[in-house]
């Protein structure tokens, strides 16, 4: 599985930003996905995740109420919205595929490039 994410960008506070990671290959839908994000000052923290069939999401406390992710399995993408977006957000966000777990980075096999998430005060 490879995978691309894409839609990071400067943003103000208080605003929306709709993070893709789009991947190839026909297991995709078999995986579980995660977002993680990482600073320089921070290790790489798990944001948000969802089970192989969509059913089943989790997130962070830091996240919980203002970001959604979701997948499409017709499109091999998952989407990471991020709403009320505050400046300690500012990260590079990073999309992940894994059968082993969802809140652990180490337990993911596979990961995107990153994208660069940064929210202005």
């Known amino acids: 599985v490879q995978l691309q994410a894409s839609g990071g960008g400067l943003v103000q506070a208080g605003d929306s930003l709709t993070l893709s990671c789009a991947a190839s290959?026909?297991?995709?839908?078999?995986?579980?996905m995660g977002w993680f994000r990482q600073t320089r000052e921070r290790e790489r923290e798990f944001v948000a995740a969802?089970?192989?069939?969509?059913?089943?999401?989790y997130y962070a406390d830091s996240v919980k109420g203002r970001f959604t992710i979701s997948r499409d399995n017709a499109k091999n993408t998952v989407y990471l919205q991020m709403n009320s977006l505050k400046p300690e957000d500012t990260a590079v966000y990073y999309c992940?595929?894994?059968?082993?777990?969802?809140?652990?980075?180490?337990?993911?096999?596979?990961w995107g490039q990153g994208t660069q998430v940064t929210v202005s005060s």
């Open positions: 992940a595929a894994g059968r082993g777990g969802y809140y652990t980075a180490s337990l993911y096999d596979y």
């Open positions: 290959g026909r297991t995709f839908s078999t995986y579980g």
């Open positions: 969802i089970r192989w069939s969509g059913g089943s999401t």
